[in-house]
């Protein structure tokens, strides 16, 4: 069963940073692409960043130039970089990953498992 734990949320004023960590854990994990994505008050989840196993990264236009997403492949962390919040970023951030990981009798299992969220508020 995968497992992702998100960390790093909590309360700054505009113009400051935050990073955030998703660490992915599973019985001979693999991951493939990972991501993070937002959900505000009274909004839709939307997509903030994602990479690839290769390293290509995609953001939202909102983010673009603010925010870097990384990973550590060996410890299975994913990572966003947030700088220059402002009051817009202030929502619940979740992490994906599309991974394969392995059952007790080593039957693949294909997912996209999700992260519980770190609330991120941004004051003006």
């Known amino acids: 069963q995968v497992q992702l734990v998100e960390s790093g949320g909590g309360l700054v004023q505009a113009g400051e940073s935050l990073r955030l960590s998703c660490v992915v854990s599973?019985?001979?994990?693999?991951?493939?692409?990972m991501g993070w994505y937002r959900q505000a008050p009274g909004k839709q989840r939307e997509l903030v960043a994602e990479?690839?196993?290769?390293?290509?990264?995609n953001y939202a236009d909102s983010v673009k130039g603010r925010f870097i997403i990384s990973r550590d492949y060996a410890e299975s962390t994913g990572y966003l970089q947030m700088n220059n919040l402002k009051p817009e970023d202030t929502a619940v951030y979740y992490c994906?990953?599309?991974?394969?990981?392995?059952?007790?009798?080593?039957?693949?299992?294909?997912?996209?498992?999700w992260g519980q969220g770190t609330r991120v508020t941004v004051s003006s």
């Open positions: 994906k990953a599309d991974c394969t990981s392995y059952t007790s009798s080593d039957e693949p299992v294909v997912e996209r498992a």
């Open positions: 599973g019985r001979k994990i693999s991951i493939s692409a």
């Open positions: 990479i690839t196993s290769g390293g290509t990264t």
